[in-house]
């Protein structure tokens, strides 16, 4: 598979003895909106739900943290998701949070990963199939392993000031990246990181809510002044939406890009890390 599959490619696939489907929808905890109660009531057939929420170190005060790879591996073949899979994901929320999902997917080992163009807003639109419920879902075994060069934390972005050998991207609100924009958390402070550009996420997409692609997303990049052949980390408020950002690098043929998983949550909750505030 591609990087990024059709709605026409996976209705055309849908019952393939190979292929899994995720919804990876995830929701701020005071949206008022829950994920698993949604996807019971209408998902893409064969569809099973990946709880991003649970599916984190529970052991971390930060949210959104990776699980350790054996957590992982163990909710992967609860859900049937296993070695020799295609594993198409998708979701409905406002923060793109497929991209996570796709991101923990193949940081742990999973081979044949794509996420689905316009998610299941784009789906429902065109009057595509759904079910309800839960489906019965099937052990399979899953091959764990980390890709340590994908993640990065906050040793690596101390070192990073100093080096200066990857560019570091965050994907928030550019209200926020200036320090214009309070944090949500009265304790944490504003800003960005030193030396960092701002590409807010929401860039990557057209209204309709499909991705940019080609040199229409190459050039959302270049607007950000982020140079695509230096090395890449990106960065967010809890490590969410900087993997849209790294799907989307991705998406260029970039290689040599990583995650900053405690994102603005550690580093500006951290009175010792340094700040800056206004413009990049």
Known sequence: MELLVSTEWLA???GASDLRIVDATWHMPDAGRNAAAEYEGGHIPGAVFMDLAEIADSNSTL??????PEKFASRMQSLGLGDGSRIVVYDDSPFKSATRAWWMLTLFGAHDVAILDGGLAKWKAEGRPLENGKPALRHRHFTVWKDESGVK???DILANLHSKDAVVVDARGAGRFTGDEK???PEMASGHIP???NLPYSNLFHADGTWKQGEELVAAFKEAGVDLDQPMITTCG???TAA????GARMTGKKDVSLYDGSWSEWGLDPDTPKATGAA
Request: hydrophobic letters at 35%.
């Open 238 to 240: 809890s490590g969410m």
């Open 195 to 197: 030396g960092s550009r």
């Open 244 to 247: 849209v950002v790294l799907f």
């Open 12 to 14: 055309k696939e849908l």
């Open 183 to 185: 944090e949500p958390r």
């Open 153 to 155: 934390n906050k040793a």
């Open 63 to 68: 949210p959104n943290m990776l699980p350790p």
